[in-house]
């Protein structure tokens, strides 16, 4: 008699894989709930309140315009477009943001006409969405089981990815959409992606994983030169260990169970081959930057300032930063400034704490600019210490997991300090730090799954990851609602009529008329 497997063999294989899908579900439900909290949180943010998704803000059409441009073979777009942040050149304006957001964009604006200006609180929420995974990931991918089992494992999970979520700067910049914030947010999410794929990589090294974490680099490096500088410092650092590789005649079939050193690395098959696909990403990465520049501005810098009309049109901000960006003595002022433990103020009405305005000036800095920002120990404790704690596994290098995390937890630190060099002092350059917070950050709370005085670690995080919530969205709705410009006056306004009826509730006196704003 012939069996029922044999058939319906078709209904078998349907079975084991909707058992997979329950069995994996049930893995992970356990983070779905902060990853809500946290999405629903900066949706709120996004949308300031209203829920209008596709709302058209103010300076959030540059890249539609750059995308339609890129559509017809042109870099530059119209002087609407970019505004006040235009560089003139040759009769044409263009802007200096790197070209990812607009490639990102140019499925949307051919298949959506009438939809430019209204996709950044989208693009936003998913790379925020995105950041979540890969943080949870990250942590998935250190334990040695590659599951999270126990109910200690899965409360500090939680509270880690609440804390990449809405407890760091990533809510900051989902307050208000424009283009500074989507290139730094999307630089820094494709930077998490790239660790998510090298960490494959590393582990089982192919040619299409390769490409793929090649495909990141680029991407992350093309909308934020700073963040992504790390990304492409790693594929430098990742061929030269290939090419050391091929150099010594690896052979043609080794051991899968090779330790693969201090990075890590596995056995790879043809590292020649690995080691040209790898300096191909890397040329055509630093060779694309530099030919779009050149396309734009008839030169390789990606910032000439002697174009930029913010500055031709005021001779003293040029004079202040000599016609350039970077400035070497302005690092012990970034570092005081970003990662000192005191840049926090308070203030007597609703949220009562703050950013601060003056930089921590160490030696004679060219600063063109300095914005309300505070320091990461301060305003992001949870993540902060995490890292911390991550140093140590990473040192050790007991497991071949952590040993795979070095390379993006150096490199990833690097291309963010290259912002401690700009001349602008501001809380947006702070997420330039989150990959690199991230990738240590879930080193330590990899670390702190690790049986042992639960009921400590577990106060300890819930306590620090509420105060980094309560301060990042508190830095977020008075940027959002009081400081920064093209917000609606009536937005404005309610922000005033909170702290009324808070100052009504605590008897305290009505707070002054907001003014109308620029």
Same mark, same amino acid.
């Given at each position: 008699?012939?069996?029922?497997?044999?058939?319906?063999?078709?209904?078998?294989?349907?079975?084991?894989?909707?058992?997979?899908?329950?069995?994996?579900?049930?893995?992970?439900?356990?983070?779905?709930?902060?990853?809500?909290?946290?999405?629903?949180?900066?949706?709120?943010?996004?949308?300031?309140?209203?829920?209008?998704?596709?709302?058209?803000?103010?300076?959030?059409?540059?890249?539609?315009?750059?995308?339609?441009?890129? %559509?017809?073979? @042109?870099?530059? !777009?119209?002087?609407? #477009? *970019?505004?006040?942040? =235009?560089?003139?050149?040759?009769?044409? +304006?263009?802007?200096?943001?790197?070209?990812?957001?607009?490639?990102?964009?140019?499925?949307?604006?051919?298949?959506?006409?009438?939809?430019?200006?209204?996709?950044?609180?989208?693009?936003?929420?998913?790379?925020?969405?995105?950041?979540?995974?890969?943080?949870?990931?990250?942590?998935?991918?250190?334990?040695?089981?590659?599951?999270?089992?126990?109910?200690?494992?899965?409360?500090?999970?939680?509270?880690?990815?609440?804390?990449?979520?809405?407890?760091?700067?990533?809510?900051? %910049?989902?307050? @208000?959409?424009? !283009?500074?914030?989507? #290139? *730094?947010?999307?630089? =820094?999410?494709?930077?998490?992606?790239? +660790?998510?794929?090298?960490?494959?990589?590393?582990?089982?090294?192919?040619?299409?994983?390769?490409?793929?974490?090649?495909?990141?680099?680029?991407?992350?490096?093309?909308?934020?030169?700073?963040?992504?500088?790390?990304?492409?410092?790693?594929?430098?650092?990742?061929?030269?260990?290939?090419?050391?590789?091929?150099?010594?005649?690896?052979?043609?079939?080794?051991?899968?169970?090779?330790?693969?050193?201090?990075?890590?690395?596995?056995?790879?098959?043809?590292?020649?081959?690995?080691?040209?696909?790898?300096?191909?990403?890397?040329?055509?990465? *630093?060779?694309?930057?530099?030919?779009?520049?050149?396309?734009?501005?008839?030169?390789?810098?990606?910032?000439?300032?002697?174009?930029?009309?913010?500055?031709?049109?005021?001779?003293?901000?040029?004079?202040?930063?000599?016609?350039?960006?970077?400035?070497?003595?302005?690092?012990?002022?970034?570092?005081?400034?970003?990662?000192?433990?005191?840049?926090?103020?308070?203030?007597?009405?609703?949220?009562?704490?703050?950013?601060?305005?003056?930089?921590?000036?160490?030696?004679?800095?060219?600063?063109?600019?300095?914005?309300?920002?505070?320091?990461?120990?301060?305003?992001?404790?949870?993540?902060?210490?995490?890292?911390?704690?991550?140093?140590?596994?990473?040192?050790?290098?007991?497991?071949?997991?952590?040993?795979?995390?070095?390379?993006?937890?150096?490199?990833?630190?690097?291309?963010?300090?290259?912002?401690?060099?700009?001349?602008?002092?501001?809380?947006?350059?702070?997420?330039?730090?989150?990959?690199?917070?991230?990738?240590?950050?879930?080193?330590?709370?990899?670390?702190?799954?690790?049986?042992?005085?639960?009921?400590?670690?577990?106060?300890?995080?819930?306590?620090?990851?509420?105060?980094?919530?309560?301060?990042?969205?508190?830095?977020?709705?008075?940027?959002?609602?009081?400081?920064?410009?093209?917000?609606?006056?009536?937005?404005?306004?309610?922000?005033?009529?909170?702290?009324?009826?808070?100052?009504?509730?605590?008897?305290?006196?009505?707070?002054?008329?907001?003014?109308?704003?620029?």
């Amino acid at each position: 008699m012939t069996s029922h497997a044999a058939i319906f063999p078709a209904s078998r294989d349907g079975d084991h894989r909707q058992g997979a899908a329950v069995a994996a579900w049930r893995r992970h439900a356990f983070v779905v709930p902060p990853m809500l909290v946290a999405l629903a949180v900066c949706f709120w943010f996004a949308t300031a309140g209203d829920g209008h998704l596709f709302y058209r803000e103010y300076f959030c059409g540059f890249y539609d315009a750059q995308a339609r441009s890129i %559509l017809h073979g @042109r870099l530059d !777009v119209p002087s609407k #477009a *970019i505004g006040f942040e =235009a560089f003139d050149h040759a009769g044409k +304006t263009y802007g200096y943001f790197g070209v990812t957001p607009a490639l990102l964009r140019v499925p949307l604006v051919m298949a959506f006409a009438h939809m430019d200006g209204r996709w950044s609180r989208t693009m936003m929420l998913i790379a925020a969405a995105i950041n979540l995974v890969c943080a949870y990931r990250l942590v998935l991918y250190l334990k040695p089981s590659h599951r999270i089992e126990t109910d200690t494992e899965k409360i500090l999970t939680c509270l880690f990815v609440l804390c990449a979520g809405i407890g760091s700067t990533t809510v900051f %910049l989902v307050s @208000r959409t424009y !283009v500074y914030h989507e #290139a *730094i947010m999307w630089g =820094a999410t494709f930077a998490l992606l790239f +660790t998510d794929r090298l960490l494959a990589y590393l582990a089982a090294p192919s040619l299409s994983v390769l490409a793929t974490v090649g495909a990141c680099a680029f991407l992350s490096f093309h909308a934020r030169a700073t963040a992504g500088a790390g990304t492409l410092l790693a594929m430098c650092m990742l061929t030269l260990v290939l090419i050391v590789r091929a150099s010594r005649n690896q052979p043609s079939n080794p051991p899968s169970h090779s330790p693969g050193g201090v990075l890590g690395l596995n056995t790879v098959r043809r590292p020649g081959v690995h080691a040209m696909l790898a300096a191909g990403i890397v040329i055509i990465t *630093i060779g694309g930057y530099f030919a779009i520049n050149y396309a734009k501005f008839e030169t390789f810098q990606g910032v000439p300032v002697r174009l930029y009309r913010m500055y031709t049109t005021n001779p003293r901000r040029m004079k202040i930063t000599g016609g350039r960006q970077f400035h070497v003595e302005n690092i012990p002022t970034g570092l005081a400034s970003y990662f000192c433990g005191n840049a926090l103020s308070f203030g007597p009405e609703f949220p009562w704490v703050y950013m601060v305005e003056r930089a921590r000036v160490l030696g004679s800095p060219a600063l063109d600019v300095v914005e309300p920002y505070s320091g990461i120990p301060v305003s992001m404790p949870a993540l902060f210490l995490l890292a911390l704690a991550g140093i140590q596994p990473l040192l050790k290098g007991t497991t071949p997991q952590t040993r795979r995390l070095r390379l993006p937890a150096i490199t990833l630190l690097l291309g963010g300090g290259v912002v401690l060099a700009t001349v602008g002092i501001t809380e947006r350059y702070l997420h330039d730090f989150y990959p690199w917070l991230v990738v240590l950050a879930s080193a330590g709370a990899a670390r702190l799954t690790v049986r042992g005085h639960e009921r400590a670690k577990t106060a300890l995080l819930v306590w620090l990851t509420a105060v980094s919530v309560a301060l990042n969205c508190a830095f977020a709705l008075y940027f959002q609602r009081e400081y920064v410009w093209g917000e609606p006056q009536a937005k404005r306004e309610e922000l005033v009529d909170a702290r009324r009826a808070i100052n009504h509730i605590l008897h305290r006196p009505p707070p002054p008329p907001v003014t109308e704003q620029p």
